[in-house]
C-alpha cells in the first residue's frame, strides 16, 4: 500500500488498493458499510505484518494443517529443582550419606543423584 499524489485542484491522500485510487474518506465509509471485497484486500494486505489478526489467521491456518498431516503434537518439558543451589536438598544429602559439612552441594549431588532425585519426589507428596 502506498501513497499517490492527487491532482493539485483535490488534495486528498490517495492509496493505491489494487488498481482503484481512494481517498481516505471513502476507504472510510467502505469500512462503516462493511464491504465484504474491500475488506478482502484489505486482509491480504495485512496478512503479512506480524501482530495483526490477519497474520495469526494465516499461521493458525498452517498449525492446523499440520496437525492434519501429521497428527497432534507431543509437547516435551523437563524441569529442574535447581539442587545445585537447594539448602534444603545439601542438608538432606548429607544426612542421608553421613557426608562432611565440607563437601560442595555439586559433589553431594554428583554423588549420589539418587537421593536428589528422591528428596525432590518427596518434596512434591508434602
Known sequence: MYVK???????QEHLDLG?????????????????????GNLSTILAPIRGTNEYWFHVKGEVKAMIADY???TLFRTLSCAEYDSTDI??????VNNAQQSYSISRLCTE???????????????
Open 71 to 73: 497428527g497432534s503434537p
Open 112 to 126: 549420589d543423584p539418587v537421593s536428589v532425585s528422591c528428596s525432590r519426589q518427596i518434596r512434591e507428596i508434602l
Open 19 to 39: 488498481n482503484v485510487g481512494q481517498t481516505v474518506a471513502e476507504i472510510l465509509e467502505k469500512i462503516n458499510v462493511l464491504d465484504e471485497e474491500f475488506e
Open 5 to 11: 499524489e492527487a491532482p493539485i485542484d483535490n488534495r
Open 90 to 95: 545439601a542438608q538432606y544429602l548429607r544426612k
